[in-house]
């Protein structure tokens, strides 16, 4: 690596500077400070700020709109400034991160090997000519250790205040030999064990009880019963057996058309599942020559998540258009059937036909699924100089398997119809010994529901040198260029046609992609007080087409306490190999809501269940208040989104050891990727009228909740950051910190050329797609305020984060319509390190045991992509290091 001049009597004490490559630039530097907006934190502030985990220390953040920490099979994943988590570019040391399987379109940050990481780099400007077009929101680059020496154990616990789940406990070990400098190379291992115990929605009961989910609009007897325990008879539309009788309190409650509707939400519903990682990371260095180093990097993390759906479900019977699906059946021959010898009440309108039912099996427990997934990555580098030259070299080559598998309540459909035909299996009630043995044979456990996987590989190069002498200093150029195949699968086996699960069929589904890519930057230092750096890019899909795609930024400092910056580029974003080459199905709506069909119960308000009645012939229970079918995912047609991205801040230093920078930025996506919800969907059903697709009877066959090229999208805000350092030679260093963003507005449209939609300070139309059912939020303010204390062996820290109000979602009545106050949490560190090669830390997160704002957006009742719903809790690591 190349040095900078030093004096010869400097160099006699000290060390040369290193030049250094700063996120965002290929050319390195001997200044870190750059034209770009790069906010970093290192792991000794992830460690003073209380963060157990990565995701909790980029969810705090001011830039990331929405990770979501585990709350769903993918993992945690980062979205910057709100423009969904596939416009945000997740690299580890400048290289690509293979992509979480089931979406092959944004990294799962839960398999990065945090006991390796050094520091967290977040580029806050949009699109990088540098590492991709494709990073529109931004670019979050984990640098790791270059080298480690010694060995290090660390064990961590997080205890809630509270009962329940959401307990952790991490171990870690960091050892190493060798020093390239000194011996010409080196090697460190790094291992790394997490695990976090489940947290469920009754371990929190203010966030679901009855009187809640009323005030919120959302409480589960405002429709008819759907799926329940006792069954409900569907078809024809007689309702419950046990309406009468209060249905099966507290499972199960009396709902309208004297129904039943389940109540056992608390009981399986997770606020957060069980999860656990383990990862390595390994690292090796030589040198080769004076100027050369040869390294290899290899890392190896795999990951659990534990979730709970409902409870096991039968398939729901149709009054018509069923197209000839199995539906439940009992018969007269059952002794379970109504009025019959078991003692199940009789009903008026039983007469003896076969009844089709909708029945939530819950004799087996909830029902559970275990996602793993099993990150592989070796990279190895060739670096130095060569006759003016500094050049790299990279190989690298990832990996990413997952597949889902049942744990528990799940069972083979057909033989459940079975069982409740031949008269083994009691639909309305209590099961025999033989029934819960029967139900018990037919459990699926351990049987893999879906298997996916991605592989990246590539190889790239990147030579810069300096050019010329010029008024401001030396002139630069960096040239480098890239060639990446990736692929990605993603099957069902065939054996899941018969188990219920989000209405699947089997499929094995493979699609891959190449992409070659060149760039070029030239940094032009003017004068002394003006640089400008100039970069663009070419990239060619295989299958998209091809793009450039330039990027100028400017750097001003007129004098040394004031500096102006700012940045202009444009993006290029394709679409994920399964949004355009992934599967689609077809099902009943997993979400909450509930919704009329606008032409088969006609009269009620757009959006708004329950209003309408019935055509005659269609059940009610089918057409009016119930979730209705839809089609997701994967869409041929998906064409690429583009993008423009502008940035103009300045740094200020008024006085000593204290400064404040101020960015405005603006990102502009056109042809925006999204998927419409129902809810906005059957909010205007004439406007979205080709959106739904009818068989020739006008039975509602699906809403085409697929992938499309929606309108633009528009952000606009302002970042702001200050910090001070007060030293004192009494009472020790003094800290003070800030980050803020301010959005002012968040704009979209809902198709090309349509209407514009306001979103800032309340939920978008837009949502995250498989990563969560959950819609975007756009924050007016975020802010993290830090003070921070020093002295000797000790140190302690507060931080607070806070979040401005929201207007909650209006696809509730307007009477549930209401606006949520601000958020803030403030979270204790404390460290001390006065003991021999022993560091202690103590924290308490959550000090004021603030609960998470209540919302009617999600059925968890909390907004997961910014509240937790841990409560106060406490942690203590023990951080032991010898040799060295």
Not at 268 to 297: D, H, M
Not at 364 to 381: C, D, E, H, M, S
Request: aromatic letters at 10%.
């Amino acid at each position: 690596m190349a040095q900078a001049p030093v004096a010869p009597a400097a160099a006699a004490s000290a060390p040369a500077l290193q030049r250094v490559e700063i996120t965002g630039s290929s050319i390195r530097r001997l200044e870190a400070e750059t034209a770009l907006p790069v906010t970093v934190m290192t792991a000794a502030d992830m460690e003073d700020r209380g963060y157990s985990t990565i995701a909790d220390a980029l969810n705090s953040l001011t830039v990331a709109q929405n990770v979501i920490p585990g709350g769903n099979s993918s993992g945690s994943v980062m979205n910057m400034r709100g423009v969904g988590v596939t416009r945000t570019l997740t690299i580890m040391n400048g290289q690509r991160l293979p992509y979480e399987p089931t979406m092959a379109a944004f990294v799962n940050m839960d398999l990065i090997p945090r006991n390796a990481i050094e520091r967290v780099e977040v580029l806050r400007d949009g699109a990088s000519s540098i590492y991709g077009s494709d990073a529109v929101g931004g670019v979050v680059n984990f640098i790791t250790r270059k080298q480690y020496k010694g060995t290090q154990l660390k064990a961590q616990t997080v205890q809630p205040q509270m009962k329940g789940g959401a307990r952790e406990v991490r171990l870690s070990l960091l050892t190493g030999t060798g020093d390239l400098v000194e011996d010409g190379w080196t090697i460190y291992t790094s291992a790394d064990f997490q695990r976090r115990t489940a947290l469920k929605a009754s371990d929190r009961p203010e966030l679901a009880t009855l009187y809640t989910l009323t005030a919120l609009g959302i409480a589960p007897t405002q429709s008819p019963g759907d799926y329940a325990s006792p069954a409900n008879i569907t078809k024809p539309a007689l309702g419950n057996p046990y309406y009468a009788k209060g249905c099966n309190p507290p499972f199960s409650l009396p709902a309208p058309q004297n129904t039943c509707a389940s109540n056992n939400y608390p009981n399986y519903a997770l606020l957060l599942p069980e999860n656990g990682q383990a990862s390595s990371f390994t690292r090796g260095a030589i040198t080769l020559g004076r100027n050369n180093t040869l390294s290899f990097e290899a890392a190896f993390t795999t990951e659990y998540i534990n979730l709970s759906k409902s409870t096991a479900l039968t398939s729901k019977g149709k009054s018509s258009g069923s197209g000839g699906t199995p539906v439940l059946t009992i018969t007269s021959a059952s002794p379970y059937y109504p009025g019959g010898s078991a003692g199940v009440p009789a009903m008026p309108g039983v007469t003896g036909q076969a009844l089709q039912l909708a029945w939530q099996v819950d004799e087996l427990g909830p029902a559970t699924l275990r996602n793993r997934q099993n990150l592989k990555r070796i990279v190895i580098t060739d670096e130095g100089s060569w006759d003016g030259w500094d050049y790299r070299v990279n190989l690298l080559h990832s990996t990413n398997d997952e597949y889902t598998a049942y744990l528990t309540g799940y069972i083979d459909t057909p033989k459940l119809y079975a069982g409740v035909l031949d008269g083994t299996l009691n639909p309305f009630g209590a099961q025999t010994a033989a029934g819960l043995e029967y139900l018990k044979s037919i459990s699926v456990t351990g049987q893999k529901s879906r298997i996916s996987g991605t592989r990246y590989s590539a190889a790239n190069f990147t030579i810069n040198r300096d050019l010329m002498e010029l008024p401001g200093g030396t002139m630069a150029m960096a040239f480098g260029g890239d060639i990446h195949y990736e692929t990605a699968r993603d099957m069902v086996p065939d054996t899941n046609v018969n188990v219920p699960f989000d209405g699947r069929t089997p499929y094995d589904l493979g699609s891959s992609r190449r992409v070659k890519s060149l760039f070029a930057e030239v940094d032009i230092p003017v004068t002394k007080t003006l640089t400008l750096d100039l970069s663009v890019r070419s990239d060619r899909y295989h299958d998209v087409g091809s793009t450039v795609n330039p990027k100028v930024s400017f750097r001003y400092q007129p004098v040394k306490s004031l500096l102006f910056r700012g940045s202009y580029n444009t993006g290029f974003h394709a679409p994920s190999l399964m949004e355009r080459y992934g599967s689609t199905r077809t099902g009943i709506s997993n979400t909450k809501d509930n919704y009329d069909d606008p032409v088969l119960c006609p009269g009620g308000k757009p959006g708004t269940a329950g209003g309408g009645t019935a055509l005659p012939g269609y059940s009610s229970l089918v057409v009016c208040n119930a979730k209705q079918p839809h089609i997701v995912g994967a869409n041929p047609e998906l064409a690429p989104e583009t993008s423009s991205s502008v940035t103009f801040g300045m740094a200020v230093e008024p006085i000593k050891n204290f400064s404040v920078t101020l960015d405005f930025w603006k990102i502009h996506v056109k042809g925006t990727i999204g998927t419409l919800s129902d809810g906005v969907i059957f909010s205007d059903p004439t406007r979205y009228a080709a959106f739904f697709v009818r068989d020739a009877d006008k039975n509602l066959l699906y809403v085409n909740a697929q992938s499309h090229n929606l309108g633009d999208t528009i952000t606009r805000g302002q970042d702001i950051a200050a910090n001070w350092v007060i030293p004192t030679e009494a009472l020790g260093k003094f800290t003070l910190g800030l980050d803020g963003t301010y959005t002012n507005y968040y704009n979209y449209q809902n198709e090309p050329g349509g209407e514009w939609n306001h979103n800032t300070g309340g939920f978008g139309g837009l949502a995250n797609g498989a990563v969560s059912g959950d819609k975007i939020m756009s924050f007016r303010w975020r802010h993290s305020l830090r003070a921070g204390w020093s002295y000797g062996s000790w140190r302690a820290q507060v931080t607070q984060a806070y979040t401005s109000g929201y207007h909650d979602g209006k696809t509730v009545p307007q009477i549930y319509w209401r606006d949520i106050h601000p958020y803030s949490v403030v979270n204790l560190t404390m460290g001390y390190s006065g003991f021999k090669n022993l560091m202690l830390n103590a924290g308490m997160s959550n000090a004021f045991n603030v609960k998470p704002p209540l919302t009617n957006t999600t059925s968890v009742g909390y907004l997961r992509s910014y509240a937790s719903p841990i409560g106060r809790s406490f942690s203590l690591t023990a951080t032991y290091k010898f040799g060295g």
